[in-house]
């Protein structure tokens, strides 16, 4: 019999307080084969050593977050810098994918900051080409447009990546950001067509959500999204990479890390694995 | 010179603490021609008398908020019943726009949420077009898709419409809802080219947002959003109808409401009205 595990990265927001060698010992000890890292992990460690540790244990790097906050009206050298680090690091650490979130609003000109994001995706992309690492653009929900993200659909993130060739930009299909989009089999079918599934990340989206919406993402089944459909449509799009659990929420950060390990197991087993 | 005014409407919503009378009353001396009710303040006064004292002070009504929740799986009927009666009080009340809040999706299965509200206006479209009500399909923003509107984009409203005649089926354009749709502009000339637009309800995107999304809607110019632009596609598209102020704010509420029809005021004579 196969692995059931053998697609399943933790990403290391879900055990927030563990360090990266905590989260990585652990990981593998779990039996998963990849890990998803964010950079202020990374940063504690040092990269050269985080990358170290990731490899002494065997796992993958399913990806780093994050690279992006690119809409800035007066600081895009800065921003386009540390995207150059984001970018380096992930080619220290084999992270084939580095995260990206637009960034949001600055002022009241949308178009403005979206026209801003397209230019530096475009000035980074020969960086990250060079380094083979993939932009992996993260259409964000649309709740976190103004502060966050200016990108809130795939079919949007699938347009901004369209000028570029689809092993330096993909997009990031996440269940909490895109659930609720009506033509979200579709751009799904899209993206897979068009060789952009950058990374499949997910987590359920809580009712009623938290005060604080960003730590509103649930653990997989206790929320209202339905695992089984949005996996079979990346499935059938030809997504054959790693399915990241990417939780922020309170309650899951107060358990235990190993216990929100064995949930997040038993969970995948029983709602994502079955339409892999 | 023209009256900067004549197409502003007071939803009762923006002023929550006043009965319909005094909501009627302020708006009339405020010089306004229109007013948006809500049918919990329309219920308290009573359908008729809620419709003699509108018209004993020579106002409009924009619209009639709200049917719709018609996306529930075994209270199908109560739900068309309540409809049948909304329907009926906006034909009373002279309301010519019933404003449809979808409903939210009460398992894990959003297509089949979906499937029912489209089945349960059809069976609303003739009650509704042999009372001269129009059905206004409200686009909640998608942060509601699970707990009250399964319509989170205009575009995914129009689908919704286009089976029915524009006389009695048509689309909500609210600013709070729909401000970063990336399909924005297109949308919204869609529903102008398609005759739909039902009404243009305003009010701004907070930032931060409240810890009740519910209640995150701003006055105009406190946000991020965009009057100017979003007006000039609204008008571009031919809508020739009422401006609904429909603002769900704490602070709002707590102010009294001469003063919030006040700033209401020039804030829309300032931010909306030069793009109209």
């Known amino acids: 019999m196969s692995d059931p595990y053998a697609r399943l990265s933790l990403n290391t927001m879900t055990t927030k307080s563990w360090t990266l060698r905590e989260a990585v010992e652990a990981t593998a000890a779990a039996g998963l084969p990849a890990i998803g ?88 992309v020969p960086y990250a080409a060079q380094r083979d690492v993939r932009l992996a653009l993260e259409p964000l929900h649309p709740m976190f447009c103004a502060d966050r993200a200016v990108i809130s659909t795939l079919g949007q993130a699938l347009e901004l990546a369209a000028p570029h060739p689809a092993e330096s930009v993909g997009v990031v299909v996440d269940t909490f950001h895109i659930w609720w989009d009506p033509e979200l089999a579709q751009r799904v079918a899209d993206a897979g067509a068009a060789g952009r599934i950058s990374s499949y990340q997910i987590c359920d989206w809580l009712v009623p959500m938290a005060a604080d919406p960003l730590v509103s993402r649930g653990m997989m089944g206790d929320g209202v999204i339905d695992f089984g459909a949005i996996t079979a449509m990346v499935a059938a799009a030809g997504y054959a990479g790693d399915v990241e659990v990417e939780i922020f929420n309170e309650a899951v950060w107060a358990t235990e890390g190993h216990t929100v390990l064995e949930t997040m197991k038993s969970r995948y087993r029983d709602m994502v694995l079955p339409a892999l």
């Open 37 to 124: 890292l964010w950079r202020d992990r990374v940063a504690e460690a040092g990269v050269d050593d985080a990358a170290k540790i990731v490899r002494d244990h065997g796992l993958r790097v399913s990806s780093l977050c994050r690279g992006g906050f690119l809409t800035g009206l007066h600081d895009g050298d800065t921003a386009l810098a540390d995207n150059r680090r984001a970018i380096d690091e992930a080619a220290t650490l084999g992270a084939p994918e580095l995260i990206m979130v637009a960034g949001g609003v600055p002022d009241r000109d949308l178009p403005g900051a979206r026209a801003r994001l397209a230019d530096r995706i475009a000035e980074l």
